[in-house]
């Protein structure tokens, strides 16, 4: 929308002449001694009162002169009752308004017109407040969010409505996944793209992993009463690209691998979706979300993850021409659990470790194998690792991913982790249901996306279509 700049001057010259007033009114002592804090409070209070009456003069003005009937959605008639008010919660806090109101079909439903114009529920909060209630329900608990809430808001809301808004836009995020599922798997839409894609990605990374959230204690099929399942995995996906690191803004550590030959790259333009669910289920989301970025006509794709089993067998299924690496960090990790276990002096451990990490470094697992097999017969580290490598020795060859410039660690599904899981879901004393768990995550992911306005405009016509 577009605003008139001098309209505007003129209703704050308004306001500043009303306030001028207010402080020079104070007592002597205090004249034109008010603290500005004050008097952004009072002004913040006196905007969102102007909001709060301004919007309510506004929808009641748009209620056109009501037509005597009007068609039902059944197929009969409603028939014109009269002027009735309604309330619903806006970003100003609660607004009344009135509207013509309809009602007298067979079907015994009664409709304000108004209300689906505008997309309003009586008695519900607006699309606008709820995006901010979402706003916080994903950042903080939602015992929390109604005392942050209110000192930006200027009113109370309750840690209930946080909730349910926050959860309803996770449901349209799931919703819209839905669409997604069904839309991937419509051949006829599959060949469209073919014919038209669009901009593809000349290079695509993919990565996957999974967190534990705690549910809320259930009965666990076939088991005695007292066994519950307190734990389940939230498993969570990424898009992204990638761009190299400038010079000037590289880490310590990014400035280490450039003295290993290798070059440091940051993911970039990051597209996360998450759900608790079996790998196959959450299969059907990989391929769905990959199709938005164009994951299956990319020419060069490359998924990233740690060695468990659900992710590469989902990757061998839905991108079977994608390069497959196991994250360095995690492989790396493997060969230090080994050394800590076999070599309880540090110069022997040191020893051992800096040969077989070289040796990982530049592609040469059959000599990591060869390493850990020796220490096998005393040291179940040992002969964990040795079938972690021989299982995932083609997704090691690390000389080679560092000569194509792929980037070779999962940190940002790892981060991806962090942020919608540990960050919101296991805050203190939380405890979830499945449903509430996975909405209020896929609303996080939707943000840290960048889709948050996509899920707005849903949110918006929800009266619409209820």
Known sequence: ??????????????????????????????????????????????????????????????????????????????????????????????VTYERAYYAGCACKQGQAP???????????????????????????????????????????????TVRAETEKMGALQAQQE??????????????????????????????????????????????????????????????????TVPPAQRSKRQRHKVQRQQIPLRAKNMRYFCGISEAEDFGKLLWATGCTVQADLTPELIFLGDGAAWIWNLVAKYYPYAIQIVDWYHAEEYLEGVAGAAFPDLSERTAWLEVVTQALWDGQVEQVISACEALAPGYAAAHRAVTYFY??????????????SYMIGSGTVESGCKQIVTQRLKLPGAQWTVAGAVQTAKARAAWLSEQWRTLCDRRSALPLAI
Request: with cysteine; hydrophobic share 40%; charged share 25%.
């Open 1 to 94: 929308m577009n605003y008139n700049i001098e309209t505007i001057n003129g209703l704050a010259q308004q306001l500043a002449e009303i306030f001028k007033v207010a402080v020079m009114e104070q007592p002597k002592a205090g004249a034109g001694t008010a603290l500005i804090a004050e008097i952004e409070n009072g002004m913040r209070e006196a905007l969102r009162q102007i909001g709060e009456q301004a919007l309510g003069m506004f929808l009641s003005s748009m209620q056109a002169t009501p037509d005597s009937e009007i068609d039902c959605p059944c197929g009969g008639k409603l028939h014109y009752q009269r002027m009735r008010p309604a309330q619903v919660i806006s970003v100003f806090g609660p």
């Open 114 to 160: 108004l209300d689906e114009q505008f997309g309003l529920e009586p008695g519900a909060v607006t699309a606008g407040l709820a995006a901010l209630l979402a706003l916080a329900g994903i950042e903080f608990s939602y015992a929390g969010s109604p005392k942050w809430l209110e000192a930006f808001l200027l009113f109370a809301v309750s840690e209930n």
């Open 391 to 404: 299982n995932n020795a083609e997704r090691m060859r690390y000389d080679r991913f560092r000569a194509a």
């Open 178 to 243: 839905e669409e997604l599922i069904q839309s991937s798997q419509d051949e006829a839409a599959l060949q469209e793209r073919q014919r038209h894609p669009g901009q593809v990605p000349p290079r695509l990374y993919g990565s996957m992993d999974a967190a534990k959230v705690r549910i809320e204690p259930r009965l666990k099929a076939g088991r005695a009463p007292e066994k519950h399942e307190d734990w389940r995995d939230m498993k969570v996906g990424c898009w992204f690209e990638t761009e």
